[in-house]
């Protein structure tokens, strides 16, 4: 229950840091903000801060920001005043230029992706602390052969191994016991467990004596700049990695029109998180930093509704000399958003079926 809610403390403070990098870039072009919401509706309350209402709404899965002009509305302020209506021209004209929709390609385009741009550093920050803060070695199983006797002594992915840090210690000391049982201590969920386990004399090819895969954890603790160029390293892997990833699952889903195992949805996420949690708090927040690299690499698919196809049609407007009317941008941002949501249906109907 505490991993649920780490997991879910962490992606909603990694929309909102998202959604702020939008607002920090509005404002840093002085653009009229309407509203900053923490959260989504309904709302809890509300305040006003200059001419920025803020909001702290019931669904705390992020927040969103509302910047004047982005449905591509362009505000009237009263002409009539005083001098005959010169003032109110000129207030008028003030008003309209703090609008999105009134920008240039290039601060449309920045203001975009800046909360991308904001993703990567939260990853990078995130990878770079857990550098900081080290993790002790620990031998984890990756993988557990169907009908092996690790499946038999009920052996599952996640669970630590007690007393190893290295597998060639562990997998000399299982081929030193071939055919004799063995003791394994493991440590699953936080707690500690004795399983006994028969290895094979003979096992079958590409598998070892019990059928488990192994992987290594634990880092050294790092100085903070040490830290600092190994996050960012990390962090340049990962996005690059799952660029080509993401590459994979589109051309397998037009392709095939199937998904590629391994692959995982919002429900998902939650089963692979409390995997890594029983490792421990570290390893989560290592996996938090990922997950805001592949918010980055997804945002900037030039695909309508995200970041990536919001920025392609400014360049097209750029080309073009003139705006994308707004209800055709409304309808094509429409279109990619409900298809967005069918791939997301489709992931999490199969993260359900992996439950039951």
């Known amino acids: 229950m505490l991993i649920a809610l780490l997991v879910v403390v962490g992606l909603s403070l990694l929309i909102l840091g998202h959604e702020a990098g939008h607002f920090f870039a509005a404002k840093m072009f002085g653009l009229k903000i309407d509203e900053f919401g923490f959260g989504f509706p309904p709302r809890i309350a509300a305040w006003r801060r200059g001419e920025t209402e803020y909001s702290l709404n019931w669904l705390p899965f992020g927040g969103f920001v509302r910047i004047a002009g982005e449905r591509g509305e362009f505000e009237m302020v009263n002409p009539d005043s005083a001098d005959g209506g010169g003032a109110g021209r000129e207030a008028a004209g003030a008003a309209g230029s703090r609008l999105l929709s009134a920008q240039p390609a290039w601060k449309k385009s920045a203001i975009m992706l800046a909360g991308v741009f904001m993703n990567f550093l939260l990853g990078w920050l995130l990878l770079s ?68 386990v028969v290895p094979r004399v003979h096992p079958p090819a590409g598998q070892g004596a019990i059928g488990i895969g192994l992987a290594e954890a634990g880092t050294a603790r790092e100085g903070f700049f040490a ?130």
């Open 129 to 196: 602390l857990t550098l900081m803060s080290g993790a002790p070695r620990a031998l984890v199983i990756a993988s557990v052969a169907p009908h092996s006797p690790a499946a038999a002594a009920g052996l599952v992915p996640g669970d630590v191994i007690r007393g190893y840090a290295a597998p060639q210690d562990f997998i000399s000391y299982v081929d030193a016991h071939r055919g004799t049982q063995i003791s394994i201590t493991i440590d699953r969920g936080g707690k500690t467990a004795e399983t006994a």
């Open 227 to 356: 830290a600092l160029r190994g996050g960012f390293i990390d962090a340049c892997a990962i996005s690059w990695i799952t660029i080509i990833a993401f590459g994979h699952l589109i051309a397998q889903l037009f392709s095939r029109g199937t998904l590629p195992a391994g692959v995982v949805g919002p429900v998902g996420i939650f089963g692979v998180a409390e995997e890594t949690g029983r490792i421990g708090l570290v390893y989560l927040l290592q996996l938090i930093g990922v997950i805001s690299l592949n918010l980055m690499v997804v945002n900037l698919i030039p695909f309508p509704a995200l970041d990536g196809g919001r920025f392609v049609m400014a360049i097209i407007e750029k080309i073009k000399g003139s705006a994308i009317p707004y209800k055709v941008e409304a309808w094509i941002n429409g279109a990619g958003f409900a298809l967005l949501l069918a791939l997301m249906a489709l992931l999490t109907i199969r993260d359900v079926r992996g439950l039951l």
